[in-house]
Structure formats: C-alpha cells, structure tokens
C-alpha cells in the first residue's frame, strides 16, 4: 500500500513500515508504529469503514486470523489516532 | 588575528574594558569579564580562534561573566552570566566561571541562533561526513567526540549540532569539549594532544574542564559538512563493542524531542528533521573501550569515502 496523502495541516514522513506525523494546528509530532501506519492508511484509503470492516480489510491483507490481541490493537490504534486528531482532521 | 597572539595582558584589558571579539563557527562574541579564570581559560582554549578589535567588529552575542555587586563579593563570593546585560541564569559560585561561560555561550546559541534546527548532540567530520552524536547525559557522548577529535575526526561540535534549514548541511561550532569527572582523566591519557583546562570543581555537572578543539577543527570551522549518520553512543562498563541499525523514525523523534527549537520552528523544524533522516544510516553504538569505538567510527567513513 502507498503512504496516504495526511489530512489538511498535517505532515507526513515514512520511513520503511513506520511514519512520523506533524499536526500544524497543535505543534505536536507523533510516531506512528508499524500496526499504526498501517491502520491510518487503511482508513484514509477507505473512508467511513466500520470498525468491523477495518478489521476484516487487515486480516485479508496481514493474511491472518484475528485473536483478541489483534482486536484489542485496532480498537486502540483507532483510539489512539482519533486521539490525536489524525482521524479527525478535514 | 588569533587570540593566542594577543598578550595576555592585553587580553585581560579587553576582557575588563570594552570587550573581547572572538568568532566561533558562524557567530561572534563580545565577552567582557574581569575574572581572572575566565582570560585563563580563553588563552588556554581559544588560542586557535579569531580575534578583531571590538570596537570595529559586529557581535552576534554580547556576553559578560563577572561577580554581582553587593556583599556577595566578600561572602562565598559568586559569578553571574550575563547576555545583552540581563542574567538569564542564577549565579554560581566564583571558581565556576569559565564553565559558566561556556554554559552560556550555549544558552545564547541554542536560544537565538534559529536560521539553525539546533540538536542536543555532539558531531564529527571525516571524509567529508558527519557523524551526529546525540545521547542523554552520562551515556559518554563527550568523551567519545573528545576521542575521535583527537583520532583524526573533525571537531563540528561537543553540544549544539547546527543543521542549517536551507541546505541540510552541518556548520561547525568547535568550541571545546566538555569533559566531566572520570572522563577528564581518562582523555588526557588518552592522547598527547588533550590539552585541558583546570577543572572545576563540585558543579553541577561534578567536575568539569573543558578540552581544547584542535587547530584542524578551528582552521575548518567556516566548512559545513554533509550528514552522514546519527550514532546514539552509549559506554557501558565490559560491554562489547556494537553498532546496530536503529528506527529512522524513532531516531526522529528522539531528535525532535532533543533539539532546543525544534517546537520553535513548527513545520521548518519537521521538515528539518526530516530532510536529515532521509540522508543518514542511524545507529546504536555500544561501547566500552575508546581505542575499538575509533576503530569502528573510522571503518564507518572509510565505507562512506568508498
């Protein structure tokens, strides 16, 4: 998959499977770990997925059966991006 | 002219009357003080560096270090720094002065100096590229650029590691090392060049003295350099010595976190940073012996010259 396009007001920078992420408004950097890039592409790609969806687009492509371990780190890389406005931006 | 060929007699007039002008990498100083430590210090370590009359000469930062007025000269008398005549520090006790100096032509630099993304972390040049040393205090940063400006590498900078915004190369700041506790002794043995200053003790930093830049570095200081790596060095007592590939992007972070104004320049800042990540290797280093770290530094630019 290509690094998304960042929303307005934020920079994005990728190196291999991780990213760092500049929010303009705030000042604030982020890093994006390797799960979390991967997660934030997948909803920048493929806007208004429910959770569920997302879920199943990153089994089908990490070629996985998901535990709850794999659950429990998309509820909280969703979290953790809305947290930090990357999800939210326009 | 350099300040080794002024007298020292001259020197301490300049420095308790209008001023001393110096030029260090990209900026000039005026320093008045009437400490006699402090001209004791400036001839022993900034013999190499450029000197003009202050009269005639522009100063990027006006600086003076000299004791506070009051009865504060006769009870455990102290030294205050000064920058544009406002202390922006505390004072600290007399026999503190020359590190206090030097502490603060930090403070000036890593406060003003903003054309600059300005990294916490000790560079050296060699074949033409820079190795960028950035590590928490104690991790043996200084000694370890101590030791390669005395195995040959180019002295850019012990502190203050000057990315310029526009171009992404290095500009040197060679002004000396700071060496603290068992690592002053461990540098003077280490090479016939170490020439250091009188320590100073019970800082808070513990003891400190200063290692003076070698003549290569200061004769090059106006030559920028191009980024070739950032090598996180940590001494550890015993431990093999290792190099291993580290994160960019948490190498990133690490810096962002570590520069003095990277929240300053917004955007520039990521930009910076990330302009410099892009054209570095990115390294752990682990060490215990100096003479194997050389070994490994100088096999590194050998590859890079390649």
Known sequence: MSAAAPPRGWLLQTWGEEAVAFDAASGDTH?????????????????????????????????????????????EGLASLQRIGLLNAP | MKLLQLPPAELRRQLASSGLWLRTGPFSLRVRSRIPSVAEGLAQLYGQFE??????????FHVSVNPPSGLRRWVRPQVCFAFDDMPPFKPLPYDQAFPMLEWGLNWCVSTQAHQYLIIHAGAVEKNGRAAILPAPPGSGKSTLTAAL????????????????????LIHALPRPVSLKNAS???????????????????????????LRPLRESVLRQHEPARPGWVIFPRWQAGAATTL????????????????????????????????????????DFTYSRLDEAITVFDRLAERRGT
């Open chain 2, 184 to 210: 002053i002794d461990l540098i003077r043995a280490f090479s016939k060049d170490a020439v250091l200053n009188r320590p100073s003790h019970d800082t808070i930093k513990g003891t400190v003295a200063h």
């Open chain 2, 244 to 283: 291993a590939p580290r994160s960019r992007a948490q190498t990133f972070m690490y810096l962002a976190e570590n520069a003095f104004n990277y929240s300053h320049l917004g955007s520039e800042g990521f930009r910076t940073g990330c302009a410099l990540i892009d054209r570095v290797d990115c390294h």
């Open chain 2, 51 to 60: 000197v003009r009359s202050p009269h005639e000469a522009f100063a990027d």
């Open chain 1, 31 to 75: 890093y994006l770990a390797p799960f979390t890039r991967l997660l934030f592409e997948t909803c920048r790609d493929h806007p208004g997925l429910t959770t569920a969806e997302i879920t199943a687009l990153l089994r089908a492509r990490l070629d996985g059966a998901p535990d709850t371990d794999f659950h429990t780190a998309i509820d």
């Open chain 2, 149 to 168: 400006m005395l195995s040959g590498w180019r002295l850019l900078s012990d502190e203050l590691t000057l990315i310029d915004r526009k171009t992404g």
